[in-house]
């Protein structure tokens, strides 16, 4: 991959991410280049970047996640690795070997271990971040993608694409402890609270984002999109669904508790990344048409129709 590339705003996270009501700016932050891939937030799509302690721009569930320590972990899809770069002296330290086509990345909230799904195999690489090694494989079914950490970090989830199903994973043994039926499963969101997942179905002709209830282990609910969904994300306090859609350039708005779409943030030709940075009041909204971010602030917002607060304005930068 080319060398001093893509850049990531540096801000320290803390447990789960955030869009609340917001308006897109593109504030004076500090920035930090990504010595792995030159556009990382945009292209190619299927690298995928973890960065630890420092969010990236290309944090989607299905792709990226933090953990502890100076750290990134980046998904090499054509060559089956993980690169680990030290961000502060800005240099690749190791390159991992994973299962093929690594897609999704998250990180166990104690920075233990980085979770690497294999979408061109059926297993799911977890790789010991003291060691960068990988320390597990996990069968779960051909074409796994989108991965999410429930919180309290005793489980994961996988979304097995060529399975038809969303995979639960316990961390400490690794065993596959239920599945629960989703047609075409790509990417996960999990409530802030655990008690439910959302997960972006891409079954054509009935593309949806299904409810899964994480006690019941159970389908309790699915809204109907008109496009496959990319990428879903919740904020920090769950009030809100973030979703991006194929071929619609913007990021939807969903409140949760209806669970009926209330706003949208104009974008750029093909969003797909929509994330706060955790714990944070700003996120980025990840265009890859025309090769942009926009940087988001929560608490900036207007009120609609219905009184549901509902995004402002989108400030572009380029990568």
């Known amino acids: 991959m080319p060398d001093d590339g893509s850049r990531i705003e540096e801000a320290r996270p803390s447990a789960g991410a955030a869009f609340g009501t917001h308006e897109l700016l ?8 990504c010595p792995v891939n030159e ?29 502890a320590g100076p750290k990134a972990y980046v998904g090499n899809f054509k060559d089956g690795t993980v690169s680990v770069v030290d961000i502060d002296q800005g240099k690749v330290t190791s390159t991992v070997s994973v299962a093929a086509g690594p897609d999704g990345i998250v990180v166990t909230p104690d920075g233990a271990n ?23 494989s996990i069968e779960v079914g051909s074409g796994p993608q989108g991965l999410a950490v429930v919180p309290g970090g005793q489980r994961i989830l996988a979304a097995v694409n060529g399975m038809d199903r969303v995979a639960l994973i316990d961390v400490a043994s690794g065993a596959v402890t239920a599945t629960v039926p989703v047609p075409k499963p790509h990417t996960i969101a999990v409530r802030p609270d655990g008690t439910q997942a959302y997960v972006a179905s891409q079954e054509p002709g009935m593309f949806s984002a299904a409810i899964i209830d994480l006690a019941s282990r159970r389908v309790v609910g699915n809204i109907a999109l008109a496009k496959p969904p990319r990428d879903l994300e919740f904020g920090h306090d769950g009030k809100a669904l973030y979703l991006t ?24 030709v093909s969003p797909h990344v929509a994330q706060f940075f955790a714990g944070q009041p700003r996120g980025v909204a990840v265009v890859q048409g025309p090769g942009e971010s926009g940087v988001l602030r929560s608490g900036h917002e ?18």
Request: charged share 15%; glycine share 8%; aromatic share 4%.
């Open 114 to 136: 980085v979770f690497v799904s294999g979408s061109s195999a059926s297993s799911i690489s977890v790789i010991d971040t003291a060691s960068d090694r990988v320390s597990r």
């Open 302 to 319: 207007h009120r609609g129709p219905h009184g549901c607060g509902q995004p402002a304005s989108l400030a572009r930068r380029h990568a």
């Open 39 to 67: 556009s990382c937030p945009f292209a190619p799509p299927r690298q995928r970047c973890a960065a630890l302690r420092r969010p990236c721009p290309r944090q989607p569930r299905h792709a990226g996640a933090w953990a």
């Open 26 to 33: 593109d504030p004076a932050l500090p920035i930090h280049r």
């Open 245 to 268: 859609l194929a071929g619609i350039a913007a990021v939807q708005v969903i409140d949760p508790v209806t669970n009926r779409f209330v706003g949208q943030v104009a974008t750029g």
